[in-house]
């Protein structure tokens, strides 16, 4: 029994060790492996997540394709993710949106002014609009990374583990961010809501 109790602390301060490089050993049977840890940005949703809107589903996808080692198909969810959120808030804000037509940099770019996040604007900070700017280079680059790395096309580059999380994480941000902008300024009264229809 004691012997027992000092080998789970002995994994526990392996594991506390190893968590520093994104790794974990596992007990399978008489023998343990080495696994990586798959640390995935989070995103906590303020508005309105439900299986109509998919955007559930597209988070849940990144995480499994990243964990089964499809980094071609994390890439393309991370950029779905990304797509299928813009829309959601398109909609929300603009009852007159269209269908959305495949172009995430366009769609983008009218959900960011939606959002009153035009980094052009005289009211913010440079370095609050240095980082707008670079949101817009992470949506150029989804846009990119899709068509020359994911399963969607025929990639022209075949993505690593740390390409397809670097992909997956950006989106995650960038929604978590949209999430939450949205947020705060639909409480501080800075967006036009539409009227629900009667």
């Known amino acids: ?5 000092d080998h789970d602390a002995c994994l526990e301060m392996l594991n ?10 596992l007990k399978q049977g008489s023998s343990y492996r080495l696994v990586q840890k798959s640390n995935l940005v989070t995103v906590d949703a303020p508005v309105q997540v439900d299986a109509e809107n998919g955007i559930e589903e597209q988070i849940e996808k990144c995480r ?4 089964g080692e499809d980094y071609e198909g994390a890439i393309t969810n991370a950029r779905s993710l990304v797509e299928t959120l813009l829309t959601s808030i398109e909609k929300e804000l603009d009852p007159k949106a269209s269908d959305p037509d495949g172009d995430l940099v366009k769609t983008y770019n009218r959900v960011r002014t939606l959002l009153n996040l035009d ?17 817009s280079s992470i949506i150029h680059g989804l846009a990119t990374m899709r068509n020359k790395m994911s399963d969607a ?6 993505p690593a583990r740390h390409h397809a999380k670097l992909a997956v994480n ?10 939450e902008t949205m947020a705060y300024q639909r409480k501080k009264g800075t967006l036009k809501v539409p009227r629900p229809q009667e």
């Open 1 to 5: 029994m004691v012997e027992h109790q």
């Open 16 to 25: 506390g060790l190893l968590s520093f490089d994104n790794l974990k050993a």
């Open 64 to 67: 499994q394709k990243i964990q």
């Open 119 to 135: 980094p052009s604007r005289k009211d913010i900070s440079d370095a609050l609009k240095q980082v707008l700017t670079g949101l």
């Open 153 to 158: 096309h025929a990639t022209s580059y075949k």
């Open 170 to 179: 950006a989106a995650k941000t960038v929604c978590d961010f949209l999430f």
